[in-house]
Structures are given as C-alpha cells and as structure tokens.
C-alpha cells in the first residue's frame, strides 16, 4: 500500500497540519480524525487496514488529516461563539491548502468523499453541508451534530450559528436548498450499545440530524446498529467497510 506524509501550512495555528495519503487511485476519500486526533490515527486504530481492499483495488484514495480541535471545539476556556470563529481558520486550511494538495495529487478526481468518527463525523457533516461543491458524500459515524451541547457556554453569534447543523440545517431554504437536494448524501451511522448514548449523544442525535435532513427533503441514510455497537473502533471499521463500497 503506498503511503505519503505531507505538512500543510495551517495559518491561525501554532503548527503545521499534517496530511497522510494511502493508495494510488481512486475517489478521493477525506478523513476527519476523532476529538483532537492526529492524521495517523486512522491508521492506528485498523481503519486503513479495513479499508485495504478499496485501496490496493485503486477505487479510493484515502487522505487522513490532522484536527485542530484543540485550539477550536475542544478548548472549554473559550466561549462558544470564539471556538467557531476559529473553527474559520480549520474551514480555511481544509477547503485551501489540503484540497488543493489533494487537486494536485489527483487531477480529475470527482467530489471527494468525507468520513469520521465521533467528532469527526461532525467534521464531515457540517464540511459537506457547508462544501457539497467539493463533499458531494459524507460518511458520519457515531457523531453528535450539535456544538452547542459541547460544554459550552458564553453568548452564541453567527459563527456559532453557521457552524452547528441543527441549527441551520432546519432554515436552509430556495435555490441552496434545491442544489444541496440534488447534490448531497449523508450517511448516519450509530450503534445502540456502550457510549452511544451516554456520555456522547451520538444515538439521539443521529436521530434528530436524520430528522432534521428528511423534513429538508436532503438525501440520506440512517443505519442503526444493535445494542453490542459500542462507540469505538472495531465497530466504525466494520460500518465503513460496509458503506464506502457503494460511493467509489
């Protein structure tokens, strides 16, 4: 399996951001790491490994990134409406530096693809909301959707407003609306066992996101698994070996 690390300069950060490619061809498939994970995590959690067949085959090319959650949603000392302005700079590094590393990696390429776990999967969802020119699929897996839930305090703005899909999802309206319907689709994946409804969230809000999508007529999927799908790696492997497939 061919394996390629880059550092991305990431402006508004103390570091550069760090991208892992995995394959030779294929879709582009972009992986938002969980809470405060780095771009290897993927890796390290068997993720790649249950992905192999997909790469080695040349039907996706799998780019894992770094998170600044550190400096954005998971820094407790700041208010909410201060994470999402600098959530702005990730959205900035995201859609700039990486897409364009990506764009010059695979020329051609159709929409990529967007996927991860936990927060990650928020990652996903609100990129592809906010960037279905780019993320036509969003692969969401256990997540919870709404920033507001995340200790968070302080008064809430527009930042926080345009960054949290259970809020704007629900007043997208006229010809956005009409293009997300024709372009995007989300899947929702969740489990019914440990740490999937506490302390995450990731069962009820995976209901309501789905809800929330459905009464926007936006394209999607829920898949709910048994009560033994616990909020943890050897479940998100087997769920995205089972629904990658149908997108590459």
Not at 26 to 44: I, M, T
Not at 158 to 177: C, K, M, Q
Not at 178 to 203: A, D, I, K, N
Not at 206 to 235: F, K
Request: negative net charge; proline residues 5%.
């Amino acid at each position: 399996m061919e394996r390629v690390q880059v550092e991305l300069e990431a402006p508004g950060f103390d570091r550069a951001g760090t991208v892992i490619r995995y394959g030779h061809w294929g879709r582009p498939v972009l992986v938002f790491p969980s809470e405060q994970g780095r771009a290897w995590d993927y890796e390290n959690n068997g993720m790649v490994e249950a992905l192999r067949d997909l790469i080695d085959g040349g039907r996706i090319k799998l780019y894992c990134l770094d998170s600044f959650d550190a400096a954005t949603w998971s820094d407790n000392w700041l208010p909410l409406e201060d994470r999402a302005r600098r959530h702005g700079a990730y959205d900035a590094w995201v859609t700039g530096q990486v897409v364009g590393w990506i764009d010059e990696d695979t020329p051609g390429a159709s929409g990529a693809v967007v996927t991860g776990c936990s927060m990650g999967a928020y990652h996903a969802l609100n990129f592809a909301l906010t960037h279905a020119n780019l993320f036509p699929v969003a692969i969401c897996q256990s997540g919870n959707y709404d920033p507001s839930q995340w200790h968070a305090w302080g008064a809430r703005g527009d930042a926080a407003y345009f960054t949290n899909p259970t809020d704007y999802v629900p007043n997208l309206s006229g010809e956005h609306l009409e293009w997300l319907r024709g372009r995007l689709h989300v899947v929702l994946t969740v489990g019914q066992g440990p740490w999937e409804t506490h302390p995450t969230s990731s069962l009820p809000e995976a209901r309501r996101m789905a809800g929330l999508l459905a009464a926007q007529g936006i394209s999607h999927d829920l898949d709910v698994w048994g009560h033994d799908s616990a909020h943890d790696w050897d479940w998100w492997q087997r769920q995205i070996a089972l629904h990658l497939p149908r997108f590459c």
